[in-house]
């Protein structure tokens, strides 16, 4: 068994490695060694090639559909004795061909945004080779090679620390640990849990401080974060809502059709019998035409181009979905598991209240702009000066830097240790500014001793003391004395009691304390200057710390609470730091009771599953916690999303219903995991994308309304006129006891073409026209299509399906009511009548059209808000006015001519469609309200 390199002393780990640590390895060895050992990434599933990716496309229960009307028209056309061309063969051919190559683009289009967003993000590290330093991708360090890093670098692969100088890695990515790690060289004694391995650094997490150098020891698959990457894999991917909803209503779409075809064919064969060949031809040439009628051709390009444009418009505003599918399932949710830090809060650590000997000085404003105002406590003119002092000590036991860049305040360096910086510029009149001060040693942090200490001289006059800052509890066993006004007293045991209780008052209400203390080191040796000095210490008071929340996370979670989303905040902080920023954010009235880890653990799944219904805050978890609280969630019938950045957020985020990486701080594990990233990290950028997904989960709605609807008011056309063709007059003026097709197949396919796809894909870009946000989410028993809307498309197909029978009623001579024609019925008469009703239906699909962009709001209400639609109206028009009224199209659509009277029957039926849909949401509002 190999020993771990954390138990070898660094001549051993060197010496296994082959590596000298003065020059690195060579150029050509670490080619050898990338050839041998293979790429510094994690294992994904290899990409599917691009032809299988197409002939996907055609999985689909609407294009099956398709493929059968085509096999019934080729044989009836092989059955006519195959002349001329099967034009309907071709055009359904070259439909199904224009649906995959834009589902098959769409989907590259998605997949190539989110390479385009990992190239951007992508590590790169800095390493000795050849003896000299550069920087390379992260995926092309070997074992061997020497790590340099430095504050603020990620870590690019595990290895063991040869040199660390203040070294503290932030490993909550991989740990859960909010604290940053302080790292040491010396062996380990006992190979311990990854929190406890100072001499090793792991891939995926950051160096919050102090430099060192590392060799390399695994890479891959074989890091720690590799081997959590391996629970993924017993996570399944479920299908998102939209998937499910469009199977269904494909599979009983298909079924109507079939009905419909079946009934007419069987009644067209009873009436006018069969005797010929050329007679069961036509029947089947009656059926394609009602399947193609049936069918809304366009659905599934329109849909998949108008959940491409929903992937766009997130990748603009921060959010790059991976999947199509996912943005309605976005839209849907009820619940937002979201990480803490950094993305409901700003993670810039804020000072809030300085707690001295005399009173409390509270600071207000929060980040890194060092503006606010000063509250004082007590008397005001001792707690300033403690305040001043206090702040000044924490400034200068400091490592962060605090500077303005382009007029923007930035830091350097850890969040915590910059929030004294700021404190100290908010006050006016601190006596000992940090640059009066020479920072000459230093004691660094560590999580053992929960304290730091520097030795500074101040340079006007050499005068030599010790600042530290450190927890609380820690700092008050080391001193002896406090200052209170400008006078060093004893600290007594009242003191002590009483500053316990301070420190206990601010942990309640969320915040970390540090404490903060000095005393004078007149003689102390620099080089000396070591742990046995932090005695004798002069305590100056303690400081509460806050991460302030995003301004705009606020506003988001307010947004998301009108819209019926909870907000469920997961975190690994202190359960009371997390119930304090859960009360500041909104996400729950009052002290929110948090939940932790522990007691998660204790809980039955039962328990579990009835405890999130109440529960919004979880503190202290680990990634297995994440995944029950997930599953909880989910078995009471919620929607879940779910945000983090580290490694072991990956399991949760899969298991979710969309998994939300984050694109800045977020881990390759996690970006692989989940079903979008954001490129801001902010929680408000998610509310932003579920408005965004209720928006296109409303266009779905209205073009499949309206698709539906239209092809519905085709399909009635054919069948009522089959039925009732012999009382509206309609009849083969050569066989009057024959029925008639109302529509030709070639005209029926035109109708598709023009109103199903421009019109249908407008409404797929329409503008929010209801308030989303307003209602709650969308129930997982919620279909796309439910009965309510089923019969108005029933409804408003009937209704077409009448007006055409009434055209033809009034074209034709005889039938119920005296119309435009008084003599027998002739072929040009019967042309005539087809084409106004022809025309008609286009022009009725056209205002249902306006009629589909709400199920409840008027037509009128945002009536030209929409720009895309009215240009294809006025297109469709255009093309329908060429088709009836140019010779040559004329005898391609069998159409005729039309005089004025015709064409206001025609235009006027489509109006009275936008009357009809007017009145039954009139009665329909009347009736809610």
Known sequence: MTTSPALQSVEDVLSSAGVNPETGLTSAEAAARLASH????????????AWRRFLRQFADPLVYLLFGAMAISLGAWFLEGTHGVPIDVVVILLIVLANAILGFVQENRAADAVAALADMTAARATVLRDGRLVTVAAAELVPGDILVLGEGDAVAADARLLSASSLQVQEASLTGESEAVTKSVAPLSELGSLGDRHNMVFKGTAVARGVGRAVVTETGMDTQMGHIATLLDETADEPSPLQREISQISKTLGGLVIGIAVVVMIAIGVVNGVSSLEEVVEILLLGVSLAVAAVPEGLPAILSLVLAIGVQAMARRNAVMKNLHSVETLGSVSVIASDKTGTLTKNEMTIREVVTPSGRMELSGTGYEPVGEVTITGDEPRVRCEAERALAAGSLANNAQLARVDGVWEVQGDPTEAAFLVAQHKVDGVPERVGAWERISEVPFTSERKMMSVLGRRTADEHVRLFAKGAPDVLL?????????????PLSDQRRAQIDADIERLSSEGYRTLGVARRRALGQDPGTFAEDAERDLVYLGIVGIIDPPRPEAVEAIAEAHRAGIRTVMITGDHPVTAARIAADLGIAEGQPRALTGREIEAMTTEQLNQAVRDVDVYARVSPEHKLRIIDALQAGGQIVSMTGDGVNDAPALKSADIGIAMGITGTEVTKDAGEMILGDDNYSTIVAAVRQGRGIFDNIKKFMRYLLSSNMGEVATVFLAVLLGGVIGLADPANPAAAVVPLLATQILWINLVTDSGPALAMGVDPEVDDVMGRG????????????????????????????????????????IGGLERLATTDAQLITARTTVFTALVFMQLFNALNSRSDTG????????????????????????????????????????????????????????LVYEEVVKLVRRSLRS
């Open 38 to 49: 293979g790429s510094n990434e994690l294992r994904s599933q290899p990409r599917e090639p």
């Open 477 to 489: 066993e080391r001193c002896t004395a406090e200052l209170a006004g400008g006078d060093v007293v």
């Open 777 to 816: 989410p969308r129930k997982l028993t919620e279909r796309i299509i439910d009965q309510h809307m089923w019969w108005r498309i029933i409804g408003t197909g009937l209704v077409m399906g009448l007006l055409a029978l009434l055209i033809y009623d009034l074209c034709l001579p005889g039938g119920l």
């Open 858 to 913: 008027s037509a009128f209400d945002h009536l030209f808000s929409n720009a895309w639609l009215w240009g294809s109206i006025g297109l469709v028009t255009v093309l329908q006015i060429l088709v009836v009224e140019v010779p040559f199209l004329q005898a391609a659509f069998g159409t005729a001519p039309l005089d004025w009277i015709h064409w206001v029957v025609a235009v006027g039926a489509g109006a009275a469609v």
